[in-house]
């Protein structure tokens, strides 16, 4: 697959190993030359480029949303406040892990080595239990909606803190759109499943990967980190300056809210969404 054009960036695919793709991609990030998108990011691109960019949403991607998993507990490391490219501490710490010197263990990396495990804690991270949870196997639009893994890797407002959080309504849009395109093309009524490694009372952590749409869009951390068709996502956007302290839509929103007619809230939110996409 060659580079996907978008207006303001590009979409780059890096084939091989997440372990040896990892830091080079970390390197450019380092440098300011484009970020690796979360799960969130990709959904969303994907949907809202359909029709001049399918490729998005028709293939694979290894994201930057991360996943740790000990005996049935389930950690998310989001990468990204709202409205920044600057990776979370646990994010940066994760991600450096991914790398060809590591030893993996259940095919990712160990987390039970050098306080690895209580060293993703904090900003960004969110610790889940499987018990209650629909894993391994496909989703009604219904359940996809209210499934508590994958709003917190999507940024639901109701399931994580407010700097990392997207507008409910851009949530309900990456599912909703998603389920409306498998339909369309493929005839399905379930996807979007959450595949989880098996129960283990092994600490590791292994990047979410988002599968294409014939592939019923799951999400997976099941992949290897030694798999040589793993394929990072790179957005290397026209102006890759980290913006660290941008506001999310709703911080704007309570700022001008008084000054907005009750009748006229949903469509400025709706550009304020539209509008933070932008940076």
């Keep these: 697959?060659?580079?996907?054009?978008?207006?303001?960036?590009?979409?780059?695919?890096?084939?091989?190993?997440?372990?040896?793709?990892?830091?080079?991609?970390?390197?450019?990030?380092?440098?300011?030359?484009?970020?690796?998108?979360?799960?969130?990011?990709?959904?969303?691109?994907?949907?809202?480029?359909?029709?001049?960019?399918?490729?998005?949403?028709?293939?694979?991607?290894?994201?930057?949303?991360?996943?740790?998993?000990?005996?049935?507990?389930?950690k998310v490391i989001l990468p990204y406040e709202t409205g920044s490219r600057e990776l979370t501490e646990s994010a940066r710490f994760g991600l450096g892990l991914i790398n060809p010197d590591e030893q993996l263990v259940n095919y990712g990396v160990n987390l039970d080595v050098d306080g690895r495990w209580e060293k993703l804690e904090g900003n960004g991270v969110y610790t889940l239990q499987r018990k209650g949870l629909i894993l391994d196997k496909d989703l009604t639009e219904a359940e996809a909606m209210k499934h508590k893994l994958l709003l917190t890797k999507l940024g639901h407002p109701d399931h994580v803190d407010g700097k990392f959080a997207r507008s409910a309504d851009e949530v309900a849009e990456i599912i909703g759109k998603t389920f409306e395109l498998g339909k369309s093309e493929y005839g399905y009524d379930t996807m979007m499943g959450?595949?989880?490694?098996?129960?283990?009372?092994?600490g590791v952590l292994k990047a979410w990967c988002v599968d294409g749409l014939v592939n019923?869009?799951?999400?997976?951390?099941?992949?290897?980190?030694?798999?040589?068709?793993?394929?990072?996502?790179?957005?290397?956007?026209?102006?890759?300056?980290?913006?660290?302290?941008?506001?999310?839509?709703?911080?704007?929103?309570?700022?001008?809210?008084?000054?907005?007619?009750?009748?006229?809230?949903?469509?400025?939110?709706?550009?304020?969404?539209?509008?933070?996409?932008?940076?």
Excluded: C
């Excluded at 695919?13 to 997440?18: A, D, I, K, L």
């Excluded at 690796?36 to 949907?47: K, N, Q, T, V, Y």
């Excluded at 959450?194 to 092994?202: E, L, T």
């Excluded at 008084?258 to 009748?263: F, G, I, L, M, T």
């Design 216 to 279: 019923r869009a799951r999400s997976n951390a099941r992949n290897r980190l030694d798999f040589d068709f793993g394929r990072f996502a790179f957005d290397s956007v026209g102006d890759a300056k980290r913006k660290t302290s941008l506001l999310t839509a709703d911080q704007i929103y309570s700022a001008i809210g008084d000054y907005v007619a009750p009748s006229n809230e949903e469509e400025v939110r709706k550009v304020l969404d539209k509008l933070m996409l932008t940076f």
């Design 194 to 202: 959450q595949y989880m490694p098996d129960v283990s009372d092994k």
């Design 1 to 74: 697959m060659e580079n996907i054009q978008l207006e303001g960036r590009i979409i780059e695919p890096h084939y091989g190993r997440n372990m040896d793709k990892a830091p080079a991609l970390l390197a450019r990030w380092q440098k300011g030359n484009g970020y690796i998108p979360s799960e969130a990011d990709i959904r969303l691109l994907g949907i809202r480029n359909f029709k001049n960019a399918p490729e998005i949403v028709n293939n694979y991607w290894d994201t930057s949303t991360l996943s740790a998993t000990k005996g049935k507990a389930v």
